[in-house]
């Protein structure tokens, strides 16, 4: 039953993320574009430029941040990590890798004086 809803969600986020493609790529460009502006703004000299790159990145921020989609489709790529690590996990029992018999008189001993 677990793998099943593992098996859903991957489903469901795989679907969100493919419509948000648009989205996240319109926001990683608007991202670059304030960047850039950035750059350019703390290397200008002149008043004019000063203002010019400024107006570019207040800009460019504000479409980076009324992109909603692109944050949705993001949720969704973090969802279909968390479906792949799951999927992969080994669950590894710790008393069958170890034949040591002092571990397991360990083990034995925390037990009986529980």
């Known amino acids: 039953m677990k793998k099943f809803g593992l098996v859903v969600l991957?489903?469901?986020a795989g679907l969100i993320l493919?419509?948000?493609v648009g989205p996240i790529i319109a926001l990683a460009v608007t991202g670059v574009?304030?960047?850039v502006s950035y750059?350019?703004?703390?290397?200008?000299?002149?008043?004019f430029a000063k203002v010019f790159w400024m107006t570019i990145l207040i800009i460019s921020v504000i479409s980076s941040i009324s992109n909603i989609g692109a944050f949705i489709g993001i949720i969704a790529l973090i969802g279909i990590y968390y479906v792949y690590r799951k999927w992969n996990?080994?669950?590894?029992?710790?008393?069958?890798?170890?034949n040591d018999p002092f571990t397991n008189f360990?083990?034995?001993?925390?037990?009986?004086t529980k």
């Not at 750059?39 to 008043?47: C, E, P």
């Not at 360990?106 to 009986?112: A, D, G, K, S």
């Open 10 to 12: 991957g489903i469901v």
């Open 33 to 35: 574009i304030a960047l």
């Open 18 to 20: 493919a419509i948000n």
């Open 89 to 98: 996990d080994r669950h590894v029992n710790p008393d069958v890798l170890t």
């Open 106 to 112: 360990e083990r034995q001993w925390n037990e009986l």
């Open 39 to 47: 750059h350019y703004w703390r290397k200008s000299h002149s008043m």
